[in-house]
């Protein structure tokens, strides 16, 4: 069993939920609106449990062995490991968009807030994948340089751009694909990072993280206009 995935994705879980009660509590929109920490936290677990299901369906779908075809390998993740990372993040999304358009809630705040929270989790993953070497003592990995880049810019979002949303300088939904698109560029580069230095190879993450920088970037553009505001 896989400990330190089991030990990631609880604290991960933990850490995104304290950030989202940080975010939508007393928020002057969910309150105008009517809808309380309860609804945003009942989305959260669904959206967790979502996340699991797509990025065990996209790596199965796309790493398929015949093992897969019994019902208690798909769920037994520990045992039988295999995620897809990018495939998780699409399926929490489209839930996201999909629950809060159902349930009349300022979806691109939501958006926001859903992400904004994911990225504080981040560095929590990474922090824990980093305890294992330490009892080597090899103090210098990829693990520990990812996290300091994660924390720095959980910090640039919590300073600069969350504050900004706030203020309405940034539409809503821009924030969350600024998360999107910083979030999958770092990721990209992540993966072209091996243990003797750059390496590259395709897989379906490696496709997917593109597919959402790419999407992210133009959405992006499109929510502030920004194209049209270069043009004038």
């Known amino acids: ?15 995104s939920l304290f950030s989202l009660y ?7 929109v969910l309150t105008r609106k009517n809808i309380s920490i309860e609804k ?32 208690f390998n798909f ?13 998780g993040i699409l399926g929490g999304i489209a839930v996201v968009l999909m629950y809060a358009s159902n349930n009349k809630m300022p979806i691109f705040r939501i958006f926001d807030f859903f992400l904004l929270s994911f990225l504080s989790a981040i560095p929590i993953g990474f922090l824990i994948s980093y305890i294992p070497f330490l009892q080597t003592r ?20 919590a300073k600069i751009f969350l504050p900004r949303m706030q203020k309405g300088e940034l539409k809503e939904g821009s924030l969350g694909f600024l998360v999107l698109i910083s979030f999958s ?15 590259f190879s395709i897989n379906i993450d490696f496709i997917l993280f593109i ?9 992006f553009l499109k929510q502030e206009k920004l194209v049209q505001k270069i043009k004038k």
Do not use: Q
């Not at 940080?22 to 002057?28: K, N, R, T, Y």
């Open 211 to 219: 597919f959402i920088f790419l999407a992210s970037v133009f959405f």
């Open 40 to 71: 945003i936290f009942n989305l959260a677990f669904l959206v967790f449990l979502s996340s699991l299901f797509f990025a065990r369906l996209f790596y199965v779908i796309f790493n398929f062995s015949p093992k897969f075809l019994n019902p």
């Open 185 to 199: 560029f770092i990721s990209i580069i992540y993966s072209l990072i091996g243990p003797r230095g750059f390496t």
């Open 138 to 157: 090899n103090f210098l990995t990829k693990e520990l340089f990812f996290l300091i880049i994660y924390i720095l810019v959980l910090g640039i979002f």
């Open 75 to 87: 769920i037994l993740f520990p045992y039988f490991p295999g995620f897809s990372f990018a495939g």
């Open 22 to 28: 940080i975010l939508s509590h007393e928020d002057f």
């Open 1 to 15: 069993m896989d400990k330190f995935l089991i030990i990631i994705l609880i604290f991960s879980f933990i850490t």
